[in-house]
């Protein structure tokens, strides 16, 4: 299984400001088939990113993956409280998915 | 609207067996890629299991593989997964989802499933 491995483990920044969420994977991802997932408490995942940078039906435009093979990037490009959250990559390349274990962006 | 909603969570002994089921409403299910999906108690997402739309593809975590199956009935739009040789360790919230071949777009609500003696 490809193990993908999120850093930082928690990001604190302030409104307004940029975030920089990291995932790398133990292996190259095929066809660059990784997405990103924003869960806040006692809700479901919802899906952001696609195909490393296709957004979402409905995803505002702030947010942006970027990356290929093994490096992969999350951009909020100005933070809104709403965006407060716990975020996970996924590698959906091979015939078994993996998560990574999620970046914990919260209020600085 | 899309719904999963699903059903069959609840306490087992390690090394028992439970089948859950996600029955699906507000799109085409037949045509759709499934996915299980856990989450343990305060801990990070983890993929189980998928099946493609006419049910003749199916992939496993290597966590659950040998003692999960997962199938599905597309006349009655319901997804299931069959969970035998249980332990601690598969103690979780468990979400039916549907998307792509990979991704997810949209989730069930989950239902607990606590391996306890």
């Known amino acids: 299984e490809i193990v993908l491995t999120q850093s930082p483990g928690t990001l604190s920044l302030s409104p307004g400001e940029r975030a920089t969420l990291s995932c790398r994977a133990s292996q190259s991802v095929d066809n660059s088939y990784l997405a990103w997932y924003q869960q806040k408490p006692g809700q479901t995942p919802r899906l952001l990113i696609y195909g490393a940078s296709s957004r979402a039906t409905g995803i505002p435009d702030r947010f942006s993956g970027s990356g290929s093979g093994t490096d992969f990037t999350l951009t909020i490009s100005r933070l809104e409280p709403e965006d407060f959250a716990v975020y996970y990559c996924q590698q959906y390349g091979s015939s078994s998915i993996t998560f990574g274990q999620g970046t914990r962006l919260e209020i600085k | 609207e899309v719904q999963l909603v699903e059903s069959g969570g609840g306490l087992v002994q390690p090394g028992g067996s439970l089948r859950l089921s996600c029955a699906a409403s507000g799109f085409t299910f037949r045509s759709h890629w499934m996915h299980w999906v856990r989450q343990a108690p305060g801990k990070g997402l983890v993929w189980v299991s998928r099946i493609n739309n006419d049910g003749t593809y199916t992939t496993y975590a290597d966590s659950v593989k040998g003692r999960f199956t997962i199938s599905r009935d597309n006349a009655k739009n319901t997804l299931y997964l069959q969970m035998n040789s249980l332990t601690a360790e598969d103690t979780a919230v468990y979400y039916c989802?549907?998307?792509?071949?990979?991704?997810?777009?949209?989730w069930g609500q989950g239902t607990l499933v606590t391996v306890s003696s």
């Open positions: 989802a549907t998307g792509g071949s990979g991704y997810c777009y949209n």
